[in-house]
């Protein structure tokens, strides 16, 4: 599977951002997909994860309540609503995909990466 990420920018804090990743390929509902993010000098870390159905969601603590992880399985399309941005969301985010177990929220258990894109929250 390829994916490609887009939708960042440029926002105020408590503003809001919709990401979005599509996705190539025939078999999207056999991948659960995640939304990792990158800041300056720290380490990518897991903010949302949805099952293959898109039944299941999981997201990290520093984003709960704010985000919303959705999937078209129709369109092949990835979603990340980001809402009432805060300047420490500045990072750059990845969307993944994998299969198989594990934690949802550790990218040890995905395989395919997109691009990146770059959101920054000013203060």
């Known amino acids: 599977v390829q994916l490609q990420a887009f939708g960042g920018g440029l926002v105020q804090a408590g503003g809001s951002l919709r990401l979005s990743c599509a996705a190539s390929g025939r078999t999207f509902t056999t991948y659960r997909f995640g939304w990792f993010r990158q800041a300056p000098g720290k380490e990518r870390e897991g903010v949302a994860a949805?099952?293959?159905?898109?039944?299941?969601?999981y997201y990290a603590e520093p984003v709960k309540g704010r985000f919303t992880i959705s999937r078209d399985n129709a369109k092949n399309m990835v979603f990340l609503q980001m809402n009432s941005l805060k300047p420490e969301d500045t990072a750059v985010y990845y969307c993944?995909?994998?299969?198989?177990?594990?934690?949802?929220?550790?990218?040890?258990?995905?395989?395919?990466w997109g691009q990146g894109t770059l959101v920054t929250v000013s203060s």
């Open positions: 993944a995909a994998g299969t198989g177990l594990g934690a949802y929220l550790s990218n040890k258990y995905y395989s395919a």
């Open positions: 949805i099952s293959g159905s898109g039944g299941s969601t």
